[in-house]
């Protein structure tokens, strides 16, 4: 067994890469994604990398089966376990601070109706005290009528739990008892344990939501697999970057969320390790979204909280920013100006140049009108593009706007343009971050078609593309780390801190998420522990998480000056000042576990083909360019716009005025003329 596997199921096109470590090449490929039955695109995938499931010594795969049935609501039918006196949690929620003066903000629709909210009896208090006992057969009630009315997942949230889960262990016993295995319990403090009671309920409805949906691709994945002769654990993707194998994605299916595009994160980490740069701006357009991270000295951008659809969820999660704006964006007329996306062609039947009944002008039949993509070639020969059927669904679109169809076509692709700037500028100049420090890194199977002409817009200089790049995520998930969090509510003042009771506590912690590690198969030797505290100052809501040397250091002296000092700077980073006088609280101990594999970004490269190229006419600003068209695998040196590159996975644009290199890596360095 010599290859090392990973996939990423788009909604368009399924990606797959392949590293050969005998001889240390990477090969990419896709299939077009079959929504009826994922299965079948991702062999069909494998299959043009891998003769034999069975030579497989690795694989990772992203998903979305969760997202997507959150998205278009087709989640479980989930009944909720509330506290005595506290079924309104859920459906209260949060005030709308951020949204004040919205008038037509409103709020989500909780995924569990109040009828199907139950409340059961016990409380502890806030320090995780018994108060009045767990009342058991109103839990057996819940699992009764769970079983008789058909619901598919039960999510228990108990009041204080997350300091102590004796309560909900004990009602999740009693369920598993009433319904078997074949309705999934979620426990709050599994999912979360975390103070603030409506944000761990809305993490575990989630879990229960978008959980048997999970769980039943991935068994079904691991069953197909083990059919073929696959002899290695399935990993599946986290959305905190990191890798677990699908037996505890299973259990923790809302580590899930956002599998798929968070690898496109990883592989701009590893990039940008590659390169030396310390900040990235990736970048991810497919045919149906686009999708903006961030990487921030050297790193991955992480929350300890996200909202997902409105939904808060409490976990570690890439902060991603996620627009309908892809290749198969339909572009329509409304009150006589052009519109584009968010809806799209997906798949099926996809952009009228697919040929499979599409009518609707799209961004990818504008780029085809604009001859910026390679018809006889795309993807790498896979599909030959119909140009008269793109050209036919773009005039019909321009004869209703009563505009010329090639600067129709242009405005299709600028106003794409404009919607993905503005969503990097969501992740960047919101949060005084900027742009133009940042180098923009594309990928995606139409990201390098647009990405010279986002970073103008955003005042970027240079733009980098990646090898396969529209498998660049599948990329990233081989140079990811198992990953494993956990938490410990640890509420003090600076005035109440024990730092070696702090540091013991990180000690417990860190044997756990050791031993998860081991159980994942990650061998002593590559495992390592990242510790970090979340603080705030007195009488904040808010709180930033601030890394630690180790372990051990709280228990050293000078702790609480040092953490004090490194709090106030990291509170000027984001916000633009600090109080350092000010007291400090401590909220949350984190530790996270690392567990790494061989890295395939050694891969040899290719000595570089005969440059064979030809030349059409490409509309650059409304005029006709006579533009050399290029196999990437040709490139070796520099190469001056206007330039059309193209390869297995993406096609690159290089608009006049612009140069490209091939770096080291084999990345296709662009400096943008501005």
């Not at 058991?136 to 009764?144: F, I, K, M, Q």
């Not at 756990?512 to 390592?528: F, H, I």
Request: proline share 6%.
């Amino acid at each position: 067994m010599s290859y090392r596997v990973a996939m990423d199921i788009g909604g368009t096109f399924t990606d797959v890469v392949c590293y050969d470590e005998r001889s240390g090449t990477v090969t990419a490929s896709k299939a077009p994604t079959t929504p009826g039955d994922l299965a079948e695109g991702v062999f069909a995938a494998l299959g043009r990398v891998v003769d034999d499931p069975a030579g497989i010594s690795f694989f990772v795969h992203g998903t979305t089966q969760g997202l997507n049935a959150l998205l278009e609501r087709k989640g479980a039918r989930v009944l909720l376990l509330a506290g005595q006196g506290g079924r309104d949690v859920y459906q209260i929620a949060r005030g709308n601070r951020d949204r004040m003066f919205d008038l037509r903000y409103r709020k989500p629709a909780p995924l569990v109706p109040r009828q199907d909210v139950m409340e059961v009896g016990g409380r502890l208090d806030y320090l995780g005290r018994e108060l009045v006992p767990l009342d058991e057969e109103s839990v057996r009630a819940a699992g009764r009528r769970a079983r008789e009315e058909g619901f598919d997942a039960v999510a228990v949230c108990l009041l204080f739990s997350y300091a102590n889960p004796a309560h909900e262990l004990r009602a999740g016993e009693l369920l598993r008892e009433e319904l078997g295995d074949d309705v999934l319990v979620v426990l709050s403090h599994e999912v979360a344990r975390e103070w603030r009671e409506y944000e761990r309920t809305s993490s575990a409805v989630l879990e229960a939501y978008t959980g048997p949906v999970v769980r039943r691709y991935l068994a079904r994945i691991e069953r197909r697999f083990a059919e073929r002769g696959l002899a290695v654990p399935v990993h599946v993707m986290q959305s905190s970057g990191g890798l677990v194998n699908a037996s505890y994605a299973m259990r923790r299916p809302l580590q899930t969320l956002l599998s798929g595009p968070v690898g496109g994160t990883m592989g701009g980490v590893a990039a940008a390790r590659l390169m030396g740069r310390e900040n990235a701006i990736c970048i991810d357009m497919g045919g149906t979204s686009f999708d903006v991270s961030l990487v921030v000295n050297g790193r991955p951008d992480v929350s300890a909280e996200a909202r997902i659809e409105g939904y808060p969820v409490l976990m570690p999660i890439v902060n991603l920013h996620t627009i309908g704006a892809g290749g198969g964006s339909i572009a329509y007329a409304e009150a006589g100006a052009l519109r584009v996306g968010p809806e799209s062609a997906g798949a099926v039947p996809g952009p009228a140049c697919y040929g499979r009944g599409g009518a609707r002008a799209t961004v990818t039949d504008a780029n085809v009108v604009l001859g910026r993509v390679d018809p006889a070639w795309f993807a790498g020969g896979l599909m030959t593009l119909d140009v008269e059927a793109a050209g036919t669904a773009v005039v019909t679109l321009a004869d209703e706007l009563d505009m010329d169809p090639l600067l129709l076509a242009e405005g299709i692709c600028d106003v794409a343009n404009a919607k993905m700037a503005q969503a990097i500028r969501t992740l960047t100049v919101e949060h005084g971050i900027e742009p133009r420090e940042f180098a923009l890194v594309a990928f995606g199977g139409a990201g390098p078609m647009h990405a010279v002409f986002i970073a103008r817009e955003l005042g970027i200089s240079e733009v980098v593309v990646p090898r396969f790049p529209g498998a660049f995520s599948a990329w990233g998930m081989l140079e990811a780390d198992v990953r494993r969090d956990l938490t410990h509510p640890y509420f003090r003042s600076q005035d109440t801190l024990d730092g070696p009771d702090m540091s013991r506590n990180f000690g417990t912690l860190e044997e756990e998420v050791l031993a998860a590690l081991s159980a994942q198969g990650v061998p002593e030797e590559r495992r390592r522990v990242e510790h970090a505290v979340d603080m705030r100052y007195e009488g904040q809501d808010y709180t930033l998480t601030i890394p630690l040397r180790d372990a051990a250091e709280p228990a050293e002296p000078g702790f609480l000056e040092t953490i004090a000092a490194r709090y106030a700077g990291a509170h000027t980073g984001r916000y633009g000042h600090a109080t350092p006088e000010a007291p400090v609280e401590f909220v949350m101990l984190r530790s996270t576990g690392l567990g790494s594999f061989p890295r395939t970004a050694a891969a040899t490269q290719e000595a570089p083909e005969e440059r064979a190229a030809y030349v059409r006419d490409v509309i650059f600003d409304g005029a006709v360019h006579s533009t050399p068209v290029l196999r990437r695998s040709s490139l070796d040196g520099e190469l001056a716009g206007p330039a059309i590159v193209v390869e297995e996975t993406a096609t690159t644009v290089i608009p006049p005025g612009c140069v490209a290199t091939v770096d080291p890596n084999g990345f296709l360095i662009v400096k943008v003329n501005l």
